[in-house]
């Protein structure tokens, strides 16, 4: 079934600690996106991609860095791992025209202990 | 600068009750909008584009230029409506999202 997949789901790691978070979409979409979810729920973007090899930084400052090469793929990676970097972490993709939006993958909370 | 605004943080109403999400935006040319919602333990869905001009579990939401708004509404709430919900506006190939609208429908 074509769809939107982030692991893993639950992620309890310690300070320091180099860490890869995964998001994998089967729908062909160009364009996929990382949004941080704070404890007040809202969203801030803090990577997106159009397509393979471009990558962009979003709105919120964030230590992470990512990759975009396959189409299907846009892992998410963080060196060395903090307790600031505890949250929850939201993979979405988009394909076509502006009205289809987005669709979300399931998300991965993070804590770092 | 394009903006979205969801005023309130939480709403509360009992079971039958209307229901009007609020959400304002601020964007130079012809808006496209969305409203997202996430139930406990779900992932974000979309509920409904403003260019589909649909109904979706008995909610729709009527875009007004001259207000800049693009509320949420339903005439009568159900339990099962309680979520979190998102008003979201597309911008040079992304979506920018509202603060979000905790919605307790109470029995």
């Known amino acids: 079934e074509a769809d939107i997949y982030q692991t893993p789901r639950y992620l309890v790691i310690g300070t320091g600690k180099k860490i890869t978070l995964e998001c994998s979409q089967t729908?062909?979409?160009?364009?996929m996106y990382w949004y941080q979810q704070d404890p007040g729920m809202e969203l801030h973007l803090i990577h997106y991609?159009?397509?393979?090899?471009?990558?962009e930084k979003g709105d919120l400052s964030s230590e992470s860095t990512v990759s975009r090469i396959r189409t299907e793929h846009f892992p998410l990676t963080l060196e060395s791992a903090r307790p600031s970097h505890t949250s929850q972490y939201l993979c979405?993709?988009?394909?076509?025209?502006?009205?289809?939006?987005?669709?979300f993958g399931s998300g991965t909370r993070l804590t770092v202990v | 600068a394009q903006r979205v605004t969801q005023p309130e943080k939480l709403l509360s109403v009992f079971k039958g009750a209307p229901v009007e999400l609020k959400c304002n935006y601020s964007y130079s040319g012809s808006p496209e909008l969305f409203w997202y919602v996430q139930y406990s333990r779900q992932r974000l869905q979309l509920l409904l584009r403003?260019?589909s001009r649909e109904s979706i579990k008995g909610f729709t939401a009527d875009l007004n230029k001259g207000e800049t708004s693009f509320h949420l509404k339903k005439p009568f709430a159900q339990e099962e409506d309680s979520a979190m919900y998102y008003c979201a506006l597309w911008s040079t190939g992304k979506l920018i999202f509202g603060q979000g609208t905790t919605l307790q429908v109470k029995p």
């Open positions: 403003h260019i």
């Open positions: 991609s159009y397509g393979v090899n471009s990558t």
């Open positions: 729908m062909g979409h160009d364009k």
């Open positions: 979405a993709s988009s394909g076509g025209g502006q009205g289809r939006g987005y669709t």
